[in-house]
């Protein structure tokens, strides 16, 4: 753990003290459910990043392992 400090309007304030009277967990509750939602619209966001190439995804990652210069069964590459 890490003690920070933070700037917060009063308002914001005043209605977490009614929320919760653990500041701090409230905070990191909040924080955890924002950093996922962005981590979700980073991957919703790459969803069909690979249409516009000529061959479906499946294709391309089996031409890529058939390279003859990794082996991946062995971990090396």
Same mark, same amino acid.
């Given at each position: 753990?890490?003690?920070? *400090?933070?700037? &917060?309007?009063?308002?914001? #304030?005043? +209605? *977490?003290?009614?929320? $919760?009277?653990?500041?701090s =967990? &409230?905070?990191?509750?909040? #924080? /955890?459910?924002? &950093? /996922?939602?962005? %981590?979700?619209?980073? =991957?919703?966001? $790459?969803? @069909? $990043?690979?249409e516009? /190439? @000529?061959?479906? $995804?499946?294709?391309?990652? %089996? +031409?890529?392992? +058939? ?5 991946y =069964?062995?971990? *090396? /590459?």
């Amino acid at each position: 753990m890490i003690r920070t *400090s933070i700037t &917060l309007p009063d308002d914001l #304030l005043q +209605e *977490s003290k009614i929320v $919760s009277d653990n500041f701090s =967990a &409230l905070v990191a509750d909040a #924080l /955890r459910m924002y &950093l /996922r939602t962005i %981590k979700i619209k980073k =991957a919703m966001a $790459s969803f @069909g $990043s690979w249409e516009d /190439r @000529g061959k479906d $995804s499946v294709d391309i990652v %089996k +031409e890529l392992r +058939e390279d003859g210069d990794r082996n991946y =069964a062995d971990g *090396s /590459r």
